[in-house]
Nanobody
Framework: QVQLVESGGGLVLPGESLRLSCAAS????????MGWYRQAPGQQRDLVAS???????NYADSVKGRFTISRDNAKNTVYLQMNSLKPEDTAVYYC?????????WGQGTQVTVSS
């Protein structure tokens, strides 16, 4: 069973950057489409970005040009580089691993953008 552990969240000022990491154990991430989702208080959990096993990427319109998702299959890790952060990016960010056999989630990491 794959276990996902997110890290890298924190409190930053508007305009600053953060890099989130999602480290996997128990299976090779090559077999999964990986995604980052976020959920703000009182809101639904929404897709931020995803990357396929072939490294094709997809982004929410609200983060295009600011966020970059990448994967390092050798390190079994997925990253989300977040630049030019805005207060509306504040949320708990969750890592997701999905294929036809499984739909797995990490525990989430808090990102707060505030002056």
């Amino acid at each position: 069973q794959v276990q996902l552990v997110e890290s890298g969240g924190g409190l930053v000022l508007p305009g600053e950057s953060l890099r989130l990491s999602c480290a996997a154990s128990g299976s090779n991430l090559w077999f999964y489409t990986m995604g980052w989702y976020r959920q703000a208080p009182g809101q639904q959990r929404d897709l931020v970005a995803s990357i396929s096993s072939g490294a094709g990427t997809n982004y929410a319109d609200s983060v295009k040009g600011r966020f970059t998702i990448s994967r390092d299959n050798a390190k079994n890790t997925v990253y989300l580089q977040m630049n030019s952060l805005k207060p509306e990016d504040t949320a708990v960010y969750y890592c997701n691993a999905r294929n036809i056999w499984a739909d797995l989630w990490g525990q989430g990491t808090q990102v707060t953008v505030s002056s």
